[in-house]
């Protein structure tokens, strides 16, 4: 089932898979938080995904 992640920023990144998901939140947070990279851990991610 694919996931989500609803960014405080407004926009909801998903993925098909976990791997995808967290994949897809990395890549937006190198986009789009450049501040931000590196502090965001896969378990991070995983705590914050819902269904989508």
């Known amino acids: 089932m694919a996931k989500a992640v609803d960014c ?3 926009v909801t990144v998903r993925g098909e898979t976990d791997d995808e ?3 897809n939140v990395e890549a937006h947070v190198q986009s789009d938080h450049p501040d931000m990279v590196g ?3 896969r378990d991070k991610i ?3 995904a819902h269904d989508a």
């Open 8 to 10: 405080p920023c407004g």
């Open 21 to 23: 998901l967290v994949t």
């Open 39 to 41: 502090t965001m851990t």
């Open 46 to 48: 995983m705590e914050m």
